[in-house]
């Protein structure tokens, strides 16, 4: 967590985004420990292009927290040769992005750019990056992405997607939309709750809980064709689904034989196999990413706590231990750690767990703070909080450094969920 020293000392951006393109507004809040200060020089080409690429690839690279923004006022280079790389350096950038941008014949956008490294005064990476015209803004992600993955060696997640639900008064949408807001797409939209969306590992389909039957059922729903189909819908309530990591099954937790227990099931309804044997509640199941074993919450010592165990089914084994309860583990990418939600004396924080040593580390501040879910590349994490009396998404770094809270224009964000 940050002290209190660094949280009187975090900057503050906000990237407020245009209403009618994106349902969020994004706040953020602290910044990495070394910053890399960058440059994004306007590309060359059709003036419109140009602006939404550098706005969007400047918002994912500001996002990250790991970036600062050197002016560029007055200076436009189009390729290396017209760099002059003293001038950049008397800036105090360290990196430089330049580029051109032109709409192709068959009715595609195509942008080549070029990442300079102006210390070392070297080429570090040059791309034709080409998507339809009307994906404008998927070059502005790829060439962040990137961007992102030369300058720090990790995988960057801005081309991909959201879900969560959201809820004006007794009305409730299951929404998909990029890292960053834009591009909504409202998957489902009923006046009865909907809980714990579940990405497919390929983020073709959706799982979820529904209640418009009048009791919590699960359904899976295609994001190509928006046809859906029943997978559980069995007497007592179906819950928290989770996919396998190939696809082939699916964790769910039914109460058909009494309590909450955990059966794995394919993705067409078949084969349905209880794991657990507890009696008590075991709930909200997660599949390490080798598929091999899953993390789970039972109350079977007399609080919620969070076990592991193989996921064929067999022997538990408790991860977490202390004052307190633990809810909503999920593995990270790695399989070294895993996050959840810990509520003690009251608030719930986000904390993450490492494997080999057991220690728990607090991630938040703490409050309302519930639900999380680890980005492809590890190094964000987010989940459902509160501000301004709404519910809002947010997410904080693995280093708990960088935070941001993510705000819809109407209505309480819930059960966020990073894609593949």
């Not at 020089?41 to 600062?68: A, N």
């Not at 009048?214 to 996919?243: C, D, E, F, M």
């Not at 519910?391 to 450094?401: E, M, Q």
Request: charged share 20%; net charge neutral; glycine share 10%.
């Amino acid at each position: 967590m940050l002290c209190v020293i660094e949280r009187l000392v975090v900057t503050l951006f906000l990237l407020h985004v245009a209403t009618a393109n994106a349902e969020l507004s994004i706040e953020i809040i602290g910044a990495g420990e070394n910053q890399t200060p960058i440059a994004i020089v306007p590309f060359e080409g059709d003036e419109k292009l140009s602006q939404t690429i550098r706005e969007v690839v400047i918002g994912d690279l500001l996002r990250s927290g790991l970036f600062r923004m050197i002016d560029t006022e007055g200076r436009s280079p189009r390729s290396p040769s017209e760099v002059s790389y003293p001038d950049w350096q008397a800036r105090g950038a360290e990196a430089l992005a330049i580029g051109t941008v032109a709409a192709q014949p068959n009715r595609r956008i195509e942008a080549r750019f070029r990442l300079l490294d102006v210390v070392k005064q070297t080429e570090l990476a040059g791309q034709a990056v080409s998507a339809s015209e009307g994906q404008i803004r998927a070059v502005g992600h790829r060439i962040a992405d990137l961007i992102y993955e030369k300058l720090t060696g990790d995988k960057g997640v801005f081309s991909t997607r959201i879900t969560y639900v959201n809820r004006e008064g007794k009305h409730y949408r299951l929404v998909v939309a990029d890292s960053d807001g834009y591009n909504e797409q409202t998957v489902l939209s009923q006046n009865q709750p909907i809980m714990s969306p579940a990405w497919s590992p390929d983020g073709s389909h959706l799982a979820y809980v529904s209640f418009e039957t009048g009791h919590a059922v699960v359904y899976i729903q295609s994001l190509y064709t928006n046809q859906r189909k029943l997978l559980a819908g069995y007497s007592g309530t179906n819950s928290a689904p989770a996919w396998s990591p190939d696809g082939k099954q699916l964790a769910i937790v039914m109460t058909r034989d009494g309590s909450s227990q955990i059966y794995l099931i394919r993705p067409d309804g078949s084969d349905i196999r209880r794991i657990t044997f507890s009696g008590v509640i075991d709930t909200e199941p997660n599949f390490s990413p080798d598929g091999q074993s899953l993390l789970f919450i039972s109350d079977r010592g007399g609080s919620p706590q969070i076990y592991r165990m193989p996921a064929k089914g067999g022997a538990a084994e408790r991860m977490t231990f202390g004052e307190g309860a633990n809810f909503s583990p999920r593995y990270s990418p790695d399989s070294r750690s895993f996050v959840f939600t810990h509520r003690i004396s009251g608030k719930f924080y986000i904390a993450m767990q490492d494997f080999q040593t057991g220690q728990m580390e607090l991630l938040t501040e703490g409050g309302w703070e519930k639900k999380p879910s680890f980005a492809p590349n590890g190094k964000l994490i987010m989940f459902a909080s509160e501000a301004r009396e709404r519910g809002i998404l947010a997410t904080v770094s693995s280093d708990g450094r960088v935070k941001q809270r993510m705000f819809t224009l109407s209505g309480d964000a819930r059960e966020p969920v990073w894609g593949p």
